[in-house]
């Protein structure tokens, strides 16, 4: 199964790069989102998985008496998903904010910050 | 205890969030909050400088479990020039800002920024570096693209875009740094990378935060958002972005290579090689721009190569040398984007084919200018003098002698872009522009305003000229932060209280 | 002695605050400054003479071994003398050349810190300390040169010359650092003494090199020499002291100090009489080419400081007195002549010598002054120059093999600078004058006195050379030469070769003069070869490399965004994949990956699919949709590995962010498809690339053995410590409470910045202060 995990892993970042690579704002956020997915899924497999023990303990008990999950990557990735969404979500609105300016949505025409050298 | 000047931040920001639109409110609160928050951090300085590393652990749960505050001299030392730089441009904003930027949160943001910024000085704890970083970019973005015009917005994309992925980066970093060690806190971390035998991983994982923090510092070949965007906002927020947030990223890297992956020789020359490269891109840049803004941001980008090539050649010597021009390049860097404020304020441009006449027409102030400018040179014995002895020091011990060509390179190409500044800004005779730009211009201003803008440029100034003519001090500190960062044995027992520390 | 030297800054810095009482009450009171700097140095004459030299010691950064020691020998004392003694002169003759001038008090500011930092230069003996003056005298210049900052001119010729001296700088910087690295000290007296070791270092080349440079850059040295003549925009008084008396020959200077150091080898003597020798003859032949005065004169001066770097370069004990004697001789006549030239433009508004004659009808007392110093800069008998010459010419025929090219080398030089002095210095004055002149007049004392003044020191030193043979020449010979020997300076040296030389130079000299008139026509036919001098030369790669630069920065700031990211991961990747092949075991333990079952294949293939859809579908909705998907299976995967609180989250984010997405950005216009197939190519090759490295390396960590302690701490303690069950959000709340209560400032940022930019919307139109 973690074969299967790392693939998509590495699937979600090849992705997530060559979105970011073209010209569209939108699919340059498609990109970022796809990678944010990509580097959460990471974390979360780094911290080896369990199969059906998450890490809560159980009524009456005090400690953990079966194995269990590693709380401390989902905490991360918890952590990390909010984050990114606030982000993520600013990004969108910028996106509309330019594309309501600018009119366009082809990054390639967003470059007169860096001419008249 | 440590956490003292996060918190106070925390609360000023939230305070001012409240008096959300009382712009005369919040300008007067702004200065006071950060005149009291400079006083904390003077106070932690001191603390720190008498008493040796200082630890807090977050609700008192011990190291390595909880979140650890690590109050070390290299720490306490940016807490307190992040809140010079922020009492300066807290000033400065408030003699210059637009009322409609003030009245939509520019006051509460930077008190938020400032706490990123001096959380992430603080953290000894490599996620929640992630997270005061996380603040630090989104406060920036909030700043870049107040107002919205079509330039900010342009900027400010390539300026999200590229920082998103470096935190992407940073975070695939730290996921592969708790595979490897199943540990967050950089002490344990570090401990624990040492004994892994799997060296390669290590290298790789460097390799990744290497260009994580590279994309933050601007350092070649990851600099590009830094001269697309810098010039774009009003100078006020240029200032801080520029005094403080890619010295975040050095920041971060001088912390994490010295103590999690120590001494690594291929990443320490590829350093070396990115730094001569940094210097070139960024004086080559600044050579051929006309306006003022964007000069400076490619100066940015030069003198970041200074900063890495310290660490590239990692012997103390080098790393003393960054220290020192890390100190330097701070104070001048926040104060270089207030004078293009000042300027753009008085003549209504940045465009140095259109300034002139400074000189003429405000002698004194050409004279106050003069300091930030010179300094950034490094005409001796002004600030930016110093670092360059021991960087060159170092390189002709570790024979980069390729290295010291490229800093005198790039030392002559700051020299050469400030005096054709100098002289087509001040020397130059002025053309008339028409006056048709928002806002007020400086002869338009209230007394009080004018004094605002001009004052932290002197309070800045002044401490440029105390880092040049007092470099006995100011060296004394960077040989001490280098001395803790080379052998971070001190920093480890600290923070995992292995052994309670006496200085 | 510290106060002596930094007198000059505190009272540049005090100008603006009194120059308003200076300018009403006492007019000259300016010059009271270096007149009393001069007197103070004058009192050391007699404990040099005896002491050999005295040394002052003032802390500054103790950590860098670099201090405020001064050094007050021979050599530095006469320069020390010229510096004040010129600068006193200086200072008076300005205030009747500039009188009334707007920014008189600044040039006075500039001035001294200038005469300052010269005297820093020169006294110091730490030579860190050293370089700081240096470089002070650079911007001094710098300031000075472009002092009439309106006209383009100066703005370039100051740029220039900053340029120039300040490239010379860095790299002498370089060369001082590794000379302390070699010697172990920055202090000159303390290198003294391991001067053998320091010769036979391995970098001993590099040394002298890096100190070349920056010599031959300040002492205008040929290919370096260009910005002189273009310094020449500065006001006149500017000239005479800086770009002819003092700053320039303060690489002369550092090439004297460090003789004794790093002298007396083969590169370091040879170095010098190539450079000295072609800078001599070049500028000499270059100055007799000009009519404007002040250009005739900057040659001469770039010529004289060759003869200077050639004498040291000789190196025997003669050439190195001569050297000290010419360098007192040509001060005292050069300045005469510059000032002289300033009164003239100052009186007649021209420089030009083919039209300027017979002012002396006018102005007899300058034309006096005149006389003598083109009569000492001859090298006619009873002049100090007399006696420079005479020396020179005999250390030059003691040159073993080469005696006769270098002595022929000389004497042309002599040649033609006694043309080009007597151009300045008589030719103005000689002759029935034009009408156009008619309104000269002899000027204030204030103006005529200084070089007159000059003229007489010239002339008295050189008919009783007694006067300064023990007291002044005779130390600067023993700091230069390091050797004791006791020299005298006569008048008569017997009838001999040298004398025969000396007849000849002023004969043919004189010759000369009479047959070849200054015009324009000579200097228009050497245009021509103004395409490959070493001005040209230099701008022209100055503006390559500016044309370079262009190309540099708009190859990497290209403005294309997705060019910026291929680049920092085409950088990432190359540095990932060089890594992990050469230095990682790359291997997979099966015992560590668990069982697959069918509902797990189903979302990894639903996932895939959704990925595949997400980066190729060119309809907004359907990628948005596919995005949702994709989060959707993430969750799935959190909930089959016991991650049910990040199920939660990510899937309330993740409809979040669809929703979002949907409300704002689906009005946009269709996707258009804007790359070709080979970008397209290009950009998939990278992304799998980069996509499968970090698929490897994530294996690769996770096969690594994981350490626990952390995590195991959490979940024993959590609910023993902490009172709570669910592990995650016990982390969340209490162990890492400190991240969650920043996230959420995150997000009260986000909504911030949110809600200003959709509320806030400055005019685009206008420029924003």
Redesign the interface.
């Known amino acids: 199964?973690?074969?299967?995990?790392?693939?998509?892993?590495?699937?979600?970042?090849?992705?997530g790069?060559?979105?970011?690579?073209?010209?569209?704002m939108?699919?340059?956020?498609?990109g970022l989102?796809?990678l944010g997915?990509?580097a959460?899924?990471?974390i979360?497999?780094?911290?080896?998985?369990?199969?059906?023990?998450?890490?809560?303990?159980?009524?009456g008990?005090?400690?953990?008496a079966d194995i269990?999950?590693?709380?401390?990557p989902?905490?991360l990735?918890?952590?990390a998903?909010?984050?990114?969404?606030?982000?993520?979500?600013?990004a969108?609105?910028?996106?509309?904010?330019v594309?309501n300016?600018l009119h366009t949505?082809?990054?390639?025409e967003?470059?007169?910050?860096?001419?008249e050298? | 205890m440590i956490v003292l000047p996060i918190i106070f931040q925390?609360v000023a920001?939230t305070i001012l969030?409240f008096f959300w639109q009382k712009t005369t409110l919040q300008k007067f609160l702004s200065i006071l909050f950060s005149i009291i928050g400079l006083g904390i951090s003077i106070w932690l300085f001191l603390l720190v400088w008498e008493n040796g590393i200082m630890i807090t652990q977050?609700?008192d749960?011990k190291a390595?479990?909880?979140?650890s505050f690590v109050a070390d001299t290299f720490g306490v030392t940016m807490v307190l020039l992040s809140s010079i730089s922020g009492l300066a441009v807290s000033i400065f904003s408030a003699g210059?800002m637009?009322k409609?930027?003030l009245?939509?949160?520019f006051f509460?943001?930077l008190h938020?920024l400032i706490?990123?910024l001096q959380?992430a000085f603080l953290t000894g704890d490599i996620?929640?570096l992630y997270?005061?970083f996380?603040?630090v970019i989104?406060?920036s973005?909030?700043l870049l693209?107040?107002?919205?015009?079509?330039q900010q917005l342009e900027g400010a994309?390539?300026y999200v875009?590229?920082n998103l992925?470096a935190s992407s980066?940073f975070l695939?970093g730290i996921?592969?740094i708790y595979?490897?060690?199943?540990?967050?806190n950089m002490a344990?971390v570090a401990i624990?990378l040492d004994n892994?035998q799997?060296?390669?991983?290590v290298?790789?994982?460097s390799?990744?935060f290497?260009?994580a923090f590279g994309?933050k510092s601007a350092i070649f070949?990851?600099y590009?958002?830094l001269?697309?965007s810098y010039h774009t906002p009003?100078p006020a927020v240029s200032a801080i972005f520029a005094g403080l947030l890619t010295k975040l990223g050095i920041y971060a890297m001088l912390r994490t290579f010295t103590l999690m992956f120590g001494g690594d020789e291929?990443m320490g020359d590829?350093m070396v090689i990115l730094a001569a490269l940094t210097i070139?891109?960024g004086g080559?840049?600044a050579?051929?721009q006309q306006n003022m803004g964007k000069i400076f941001g490619y100066l940015i980008v030069c003198h970041i190569g200074f900063l890495i090539a310290g660490l590239g050649m990692y012997t103390e010597l080098a790393i003393m040398g960054t220290v020192f021009y890390l100190i330097h390049d701070i104070i001048v860097k926040t104060n270089l984007f207030m004078v293009s404020g000042l300027i753009?304020?008085i003549n209504?441009?940045q465009d140095i084919r259109e300034l002139g006449g400074m000189?003429?027409n405000f002698?004194?102030i050409s004279l106050l200018l003069a300091i930030p400018l010179?300094s950034l040179v490094g005409?001796?014995?002004l600030s930016g003098?110093?670092a360059?002895?021991f960087l060159?020091?170092a390189g002709?011990?570790t024979q980069d002698y390729v290295l010291?060509g490229f800093i005198?390179l790039g030392?002559?190409l700051t020299?050469?872009v400030i005096?054709?500044l100098w002289?087509e800004v001040?020397?130059?005779?002025g053309i008339d522009l028409p006056k048709?730009?928002?806002?007020?211009?400086f002869s338009q201003m209230t007394k009080t305003d004018q004094w605002l803008m001009v004052f932290p440029i002197v309070l800045l100034s002044g401490i440029s000229l105390y880092i040049g003519f007092g470099?006995?001090n100011i060296?004394?500190l960077s040989?001490r932060i280098s001395t803790e960062l080379m052998d971070p044995s001190g920093y480890i027992e600290a923070v995992l209280g292995l052994k309670t520390m006496t200085p | 002695m510290l106060i002596a030297v930094i007198l000059g800054f505190i009272f540049a810095i005090l100008v603006?605050f009194f120059s308003k009482f200076v300018k009403k009450a006492i007019p000259f009171g300016y010059s009271l400054l270096p007149l009393s700097l001069f007197i103070f140095f004058l009192q050391f004459l007699g404990e040099i003479k005896s002491k050999g030299h005295i040394l002052f010691h003032y802390q500054?950064?103790?950590?860098?071994g670099i201090d405020l020691s001064f050094r007050l020998d021979g050599l530095s004392l006469l320069f020390a003398l010229m510096i004040t003694g010129i600068g006193a002169l200086v200072f008076i003759y300005t205030t009747y050349y500039l009188k009334g001038h707007k920014y008189l008090d600044?040039f006075y500011g500039y001035l001294s810190m200038f005469m300052a930092s010269m005297l820093g230069v020169v006294l110091s003996d730490n030579l860190?300390s050293m370089?700081?003056f240096w470089?002070?005298t650079s911007?001094s210049s710098?300031f000075l040169i472009?002092f009439n900052?309106?006209d383009?001119a100066s703005?370039k010729s100051?740029?220039t010359a900053?340029?120039i001296t300040?490239?010379g700088g860095?790299?002498m910087?370089?060369g001082i650092?590794?000379l302390?690295?070699v010697g172990g000290s920055y202090s000159f007296t303390e290198l003294l003494n391991s001067s053998e070791i320091i010769k036979n270092s391995t970098t001993y080349g590099w040394i002298i090199a890096l100190f070349f440079v920056g010599a031959f850059t300040k002492s205008a040295q040929f290919p370096f020499h260009f910005w002189l003549p273009g310094a020449m925009k500065a006001p006149t008084p500017v000239s005479t002291y800086l770009h002819s008396a003092t700053m320039v020959k303060a690489g002369i200077y550092l090439l004297a100090r460090f003789t004794p150091l790093l002298g007396d080898t083969f590169w370091w003597n040879s170095t010098l009489i190539t450079v000295g020798a072609v800078t001599m003859v070049f500028a000499a032949i270059h100055s007799v080419l000009r009519v404007d005065l002040k250009s005739i004169l900057a040659y001469s001066t770039i010529s004289a400081l060759g003869i200077l770097v050639f004498l040291i370069g000789i190196g025997s004990e003669k050439a190195l007195l001569a050297a000290g004697i010419f360098i007192l001789a040509h001060a005292l006549y050069k300045a005469a002549l510059f000032l002289i030239t300033g009164i003239i433009d100052h009186e007649t508004g021209s420089r030009d010598v083919t039209k300027l004659a017979g002012l002396q009808q006018v102005m007899m007392p300058v034309a006096v002054a005149g006389f003598i110093a083109a009569l000492s800069s001859a090298g006619v008998p009873l002049l100090l120059g007399f006696i420079s010459k005479e020396v020179m010419y005999e250390a030059t025929l003691q040159f073993g093999d080469w005696a006769i090219i270098l002595t022929a080398l000389a004497v042309l030089t002599k040649i033609l600078l006694l043309v080009a002095g007597f151009w300045a210095g008589i030719k103005p004055f000689t002759g029935t004058l034009p009408a156009e002149f008619g309104k000269a007049k002899l000027p204030s004392p204030l103006l005529w006195i200084p070089p007159f003044l000059l003229g007489v020191l010239s002339l008295g030193f050189g008919t009783f050379p007694s006067l300064i043979t023990e007291s002044l020449i005779q130390p600067v010979f023993s700091s230069i030469s390091g050797s004791d020997t006791i020299i005298q300076l006569k008048l008569w040296h017997g009838f001999n070769l040298v004398l025969v030389l000396s007849i000849l130079t002023l004969v043919s000299g004189g010759a000369l003069y009479w047959f070849l008139k200054p015009s324009n026509d000579l200097f228009q036919k050497t245009v021509r070869f103004e395409a490959i001098s070493p001005q040209n030369i230099i701008e022209g790669g100055g503006k390559l490399f500016?044309s370079?630069?262009?190309i540099?920065?708009?190859f990497?700031?290209?403005?294309?965004?997705?060019n910026?990211?291929?680049?920092?991961?085409a950088?990432?990747t190359l540095?990932?994949a060089y890594?992990?092949f050469?230095?990682?075991?790359i291997y997979?333990d099966w015992n560590?990956?668990?069982?697959?079952s069918h509902y797990?294949?189903i979302v990894?293939v639903l996932?895939?699919i959704s990925?595949?859809f997400?980066?190729s579908t060119n309809s907004?909705s359907v990628?948005i949709v596919a995005?949702g998907v994709?989060?959707f299976a993430?969750c799935l995967?959190?909930l089959?590995?016991?991650?049910?609180?990040?199920a939660m989250?990510?899937f309330s984010?993740d409809t979040?962010?669809v929703l979002?997405?949907m409300l704002?950005?689906v009005k946009?216009?269709k996707?258009?498809q804007?790359?070709s197939k080979g970008i397209k190519m290009r950009?998939?090759l990278?992304?799998?690339l980069?996509?499968?490295l970090?698929?490897i390396?994530?294996?690769?960590?996770?096969e690594?053995p994981?350490?626990?302690?952390?995590?195991k701490?959490?979940?024993?303690n959590?609910?023993?410590l902490a009172k709570g069950?669910?592990?995650?959000n016990?982390?969340?709340v209490?162990?890492?409470?400190?991240?969650?209560m920043?996230?959420t400032?995150?997000?009260?940022?986000?909504a911030?910045?949110?809600?200003?930019?959709?509320?806030?919307?400055?005019?685009?139109s206008?420029?924003?202060?």
């Open positions: 199964m973690e074969i299967l995990l790392v693939i998509i892993i590495g699937l979600l970042h090849a992705g790069l060559y979105m970011l690579l073209r010209r569209s939108f699919k340059m956020i498609i989102i796809l997915n990509g959460n899924l990471l979360f497999l780094l911290g080896r998985l369990v199969k059906g023990h998450p890490p809560v303990i159980e009524d008990m005090k400690v953990f269990y999950a590693d709380p401390v989902q905490a990735v918890l952590t998903i909010v984050i990114g969404f606030g982000l993520q979500s600013f969108i609105i910028l996106i509309k904010r594309y300016v949505d082809d990054l390639d967003l470059n007169s910050t860096d001419e050298i | 925390f920001g969030l977050s609700g749960w390595p479990f909880g979140i210059s637009r409609e930027r009245e939509f949160g509460p943001i938020f706490m990123g959380g996620f929640n997270v005061w996380e603040v989104i406060s973005f909030v693209t107040l107002g919205g015009k079509k994309l390539k875009s590229l992925l980066l695939i996921g592969f595979g490897l060690t199943g540990s967050l344990d624990k892994l799997n060296r390669g991983l290298s790789v994982t390799g990744i290497l260009v994309i070949p990851m590009f958002w001269p697309a009003p291929f590829i070139f891109s080559l840049g050579l051929l753009l304020k209504g441009t000189y003429k002698p004194i010179f005409i001796p014995p003098f110093w360059k002895i060159i020091q002709l011990q010291i005198v030392s002559f020299l050469w005096a054709r002289s001040f020397w130059k005779n048709k730009a928002n806002g007020l211009y470099a006995e060296i004394i040989q | 603006p500054w950064v103790p950590s860098l600044r860190m370089f700081i470089e002070l911007i710098y472009g900052n309106e383009p703005r100051a740029l900053l340029s300040g490239f860095l790299v910087l370089s650092i590794l302390q690295a500016g370079f630069a262009g540099w920065t708009r990497f700031q290209n403005g294309y965004l997705r910026y990211v291929i680049t920092i991961l950088f990432l540095l990932m890594r992990l050469g230095e990682v075991n997979i560590q990956i668990s069982a697959v797990e294949i990894v996932m895939i990925i595949l997400a980066i907004r990628s995005l994709v989060g993430n995967f959190f089959f590995y016991s991650a049910p609180d990040l989250t990510q984010i979040l962010t979002l997405f704002v950005l946009l216009p996707n258009k804007y790359s950009d998939a990278l992304s799998l980069f996509g499968t970090i698929a390396l994530t294996l690769e960590v996770f690594e994981s350490s626990s302690e952390v995590s701490y959490f979940a024993e959590a609910y023993i069950r669910n592990v995650v016990i982390i969340l209490d162990y890492r409470g400190f991240d969650t920043i996230e400032v995150v997000l009260v940022i986000a911030v910045g949110v809600y200003s930019l959709m509320k806030l919307n400055l005019n685009p206008k420029k924003d202060l």
